[in-house]
């Protein structure tokens, strides 16, 4: 027996060869096709549609044998078919009002889908994402019908057309009211307006003051990095490539320069020393795996590599290096693939299309089962992607990291940034959600928080790291505001950790860039190395 449950689907669907079909019953009966069920056995009763009614339970249960008539009988807390049966079975709860329109629906076996974005290659400020759903009927045969209905999250329901919503056929879920749709979907997704730049560029009285400051930096600038290690190695170069874009920005393009020539042979040097291609799996891994990097770390780690090689490149009078071109875009197509045709990696990995979010590990099983421990690393890695495509001026590449940045912060702005009169998270037991006003990481069955974490802003820190022009994109001024409000009422961060106070003081500087600024200079000369 094959179990057909795509994700939004509102039915269960199995599709049996010769088996004798057995449920287990998690209730007590009332009734099956209006026959009295109660403390009495029902049997041989026969039929191709069956109603089954729950002491307690509003919803209905209703199985559908779609290929021929069963005869159907229930004993102790079991229900089950005499007969061997061949063809689909499908099964759906619903209110008994919304039980015929459901029916309507029940022929048409939607069994999984696509992601389409046409003219990607055009420039504009939004996008046509277009699921296109496979669909076939009770043969297995596919077909071409808009005669189908899938159930959409909040995030793709604020992007839709409402003439195919059926509003009245919805779910309460987790992360919100799930609303039905006919036919395939069709969602209209701005592009952020995010660049090389800061939205907001710092005022001309504090330039002289950020070259001082850039100068002690470039003198603390570790002048080695591990040719084997390449976690360590990439926060190096991570941090080479952060201090060449300020350096950029301030117009200080000896220290840019010099330093690109650091970057550029490091780089070249721990990428042909630690990258391979896995046949198992189809990605990019590494040699070693120091720090779980093909698990957990995986798009941390190269999300450094990515942006670095973009920074890298960002110099057009500089020769580019063929080598690290060639690694850097398989590293993208390992996380991101745009495309079937190539078979070498699948397509976009990382991106989870129907809930919104991305998943940041790779090849690791947890029992929790998928993860995205910090949003703020995934917009990041998208933003990355998205200056390499600008950098090598590549328009797939860089309208691909745009329409995944875009999606994904409208995803987490939704899912993780709580805010007030929200229908998400509203469930019984969901405050753990909405609580700290920032959700923690989110696992496909849990949300989990750092396990040092002994205090709001360890939460909230966890969610902004790390900082970059993306992350006023990220974090709206409005929410900001809110979040900032909570974060000086409840007070419980320690003055005397420096790492948590400039994570506050620069989520802060979204706000108040003025005061953050003041006190992130002062915290700098106090203690040089934060």
């Given at each position: 027996?094959?179990?057909?449950?795509?994700?939004?689907?509102?039915?269960v669907?199995?599709?049996?060869?010769?088996?004798?079909?057995?449920?287990?019953?998690?209730?007590?009966?009332?009734?099956?096709?209006?026959?009295d069920?109660?403390?009495?056995?029902?049997?041989?009763?026969?039929?191709?549609?069956?109603?089954?009614?729950?002491?307690?339970?509003?919803?209905h249960?209703?199985?559908?044998?779609?290929?021929?008539?069963?005869?159907?009988?229930?004993?102790?807390?079991?229900?089950?078919?005499?007969e061997?049966?061949?063809?689909?079975?499908?099964?759906?709860?619903a209110?008994?009002?919304?039980?015929d329109?459901?029916?309507?629906?029940?022929?048409?076996?939607?069994?999984?889908?696509?992601?389409?974005?046409?003219?990607?290659?055009?420039?504009?400020?939004?996008r046509?994402?277009?699921?296109?759903?496979?669909?076939i009927?009770?043969?297995?045969?596919?077909?071409?019908?808009?005669?189908?209905?899938?159930?959409?999250?909040?995030?793709?329901?604020?992007?839709?057309?409402?003439?195919?919503?059926?509003?009245?056929?919805?779910?309460?879920?987790?992360?919100?009211?799930?609303?039905?749709?006919?036919?395939?979907?069709?969602l209209?997704?701005?592009?952020?307006?995010?660049?090389?730049?800061p939205?907001?560029l710092?005022?001309?009285?504090?330039?002289?003051?950020?070259?001082?400051?850039?100068?002690?930096?470039?003198?603390?600038?570790?002048?080695?990095?591990?040719?084997?290690?390449?976690?360590?190695?990439?926060?190096?170069?991570?941090?080479?490539?952060?201090?060449?874009?300020?350096?950029?920005?301030?117009k200080?393009?000896?220290?840019?320069?010099?330093?690109?020539?650091?970057?550029?042979?490091?780089?070249?040097?721990?990428?042909?020393?630690?990258?391979?291609?896995?046949?198992?799996?189809?990605?990019?891994?590494?040699?070693?795996?120091?720090?779980?990097?093909?698990?957990?770390?995986?798009?941390?780690?190269?999300?450094?590599?990515?942006?670095?090689?973009?920074?890298?490149?960002?110099?057009?009078?500089?020769?580019?290096?063929?080598?690290?071109?060639?690694?850097?875009?398989?590293?993208?197509?390992?996380?991101?693939?745009?495309?079937?045709?190539?078979?070498?990696?699948?397509?976009?990995?990382?991106?989870?299309?129907?809930?919104?979010?991305?998943?940041?590990?790779?090849?690791?099983?947890?029992?929790?089962?998928?993860?995205?421990?910090?949003s703020?690393?995934?917009?990041d890695?998208?933003?990355?992607?998205?200056?390499?495509?600008?950098?090598?001026?590549?328009?797939?590449?860089?309208?691909?990291?745009?329409?995944?940045?875009?999606?994904?912060?409208?995803?987490?702005?939704?899912?993780?940034?709580?805010?007030q009169?929200?229908?998400?998270?509203?469930?019984?037991?969901?405050?753990i959600?909405?609580?700290?006003?920032?959700?923690?990481?989110?696992?496909?069955?849990?949300?989990?928080?750092?396990?040092?974490?002994?205090?709001?802003?360890?939460?909230?820190?966890?969610?902004?790291?790390?900082?970059?022009?993306?992350?006023?994109?990220?974090?709206?001024?409005?929410?900001?505001?809110?979040?900032?409000?909570?974060?000086?009422?409840?007070?419980?961060?320690?003055?005397?950790?420096?790492?948590?106070?400039?994570?506050?003081?620069?989520?802060?500087a979204?706000?108040?860039?003025?005061?953050?600024?003041?006190?992130?200079?002062?915290?700098?000369?106090l203690?040089?190395?934060y």
């Amino acid at each position: 027996m094959e179990v057909i449950m795509p994700q939004g689907s509102p039915f269960v669907t199995l599709k049996c060869k010769n088996i004798q079909f057995r449920s287990f019953l998690f209730g007590s009966l009332y009734s099956i096709n209006d026959q009295d069920a109660r403390n009495r056995p029902i049997s041989n009763l026969n039929g191709r549609k069956f109603n089954i009614m729950f002491y307690h339970l509003n919803n209905h249960c209703v199985i559908h044998f779609l290929n021929s008539n069963v005869s159907i009988s229930t004993g102790k807390r079991e229900l089950y078919i005499s007969e061997k049966y061949t063809g689909y079975i499908r099964i759906y709860t619903a209110e008994p009002s919304y039980i015929d329109i459901y029916d309507k629906y029940v022929n048409n076996i939607v069994v999984g889908g696509e992601v389409s974005v046409p003219d990607m290659l055009k420039d504009s400020k939004y996008r046509i994402i277009q699921y296109n759903w496979k669909v076939i009927d009770h043969l297995g045969n596919r077909v071409n019908s808009s005669n189908y209905i899938m159930m959409a999250l909040p995030h793709h329901i604020s992007q839709m057309d409402k003439k195919n919503a059926m509003e009245h056929l919805s779910y309460k879920s987790i992360r919100g009211p799930m609303v039905a749709y006919k036919g395939k979907w069709s969602l209209n997704q701005p592009l952020l307006d995010v660049g090389w730049e800061p939205k907001y560029l710092p005022r001309n009285k504090y330039k002289e003051i950020l070259i001082n400051i850039l100068q002690k930096e470039v003198e603390n600038l570790p002048k080695t990095i591990s040719g084997t290690n390449i976690k360590e190695s990439g926060k190096i170069l991570y941090l080479y490539a952060r201090i060449i874009e300020v350096a950029d920005e301030l117009k200080v393009l000896n220290v840019s320069r010099n330093l690109r020539g650091f970057l550029d042979e490091k780089l070249d040097k721990l990428l042909r020393m630690n990258l391979v291609y896995d046949k198992t799996w189809g990605g990019i891994i590494t040699v070693d795996d120091i720090d779980h990097i093909n698990g957990y770390s995986n798009i941390y780690i190269y999300t450094s590599l990515i942006y670095s090689a973009a920074v890298l490149f960002k110099d057009s009078t500089l020769e580019k290096n063929e080598g690290i071109i060639d690694y850097i875009y398989c590293i993208v197509r390992s996380l991101v693939n745009p495309t079937e045709k190539d078979k070498y990696f699948t397509v976009t990995r990382t991106k989870d299309w129907y809930h919104g979010l991305s998943w940041t590990e790779g090849f690791y099983f947890d029992p929790a089962g998928k993860s995205q421990h910090k949003s703020s690393n995934v917009a990041d890695l998208y933003y990355s992607i998205m200056l390499l495509g600008k950098s090598l001026d590549d328009k797939l590449v860089y309208n691909l990291g745009k329409l995944l940045l875009s999606t994904e912060v409208h995803s987490i702005q939704t899912y993780l940034q709580m805010k007030q009169n929200s229908d998400i998270y509203t469930c019984s037991g969901c405050d753990i959600f909405t609580k700290y006003i920032q959700v923690g990481g989110i696992y496909s069955s849990k949300v989990d928080y750092p396990i040092n974490s002994q205090n709001d802003l360890t939460i909230h820190c966890n969610q902004k790291e790390p900082f970059s022009p993306v992350t006023e994109a990220l974090f709206p001024i409005k929410w900001i505001k809110t979040e900032y409000d909570y974060l000086d009422k409840v007070k419980n961060f320690y003055s005397n950790n420096h790492e948590e106070q400039i994570c506050y003081l620069l989520g802060r500087a979204i706000i108040d860039p003025d005061t953050s600024f003041s006190d992130i200079s002062l915290i700098h000369k106090l203690y040089p190395t934060y």
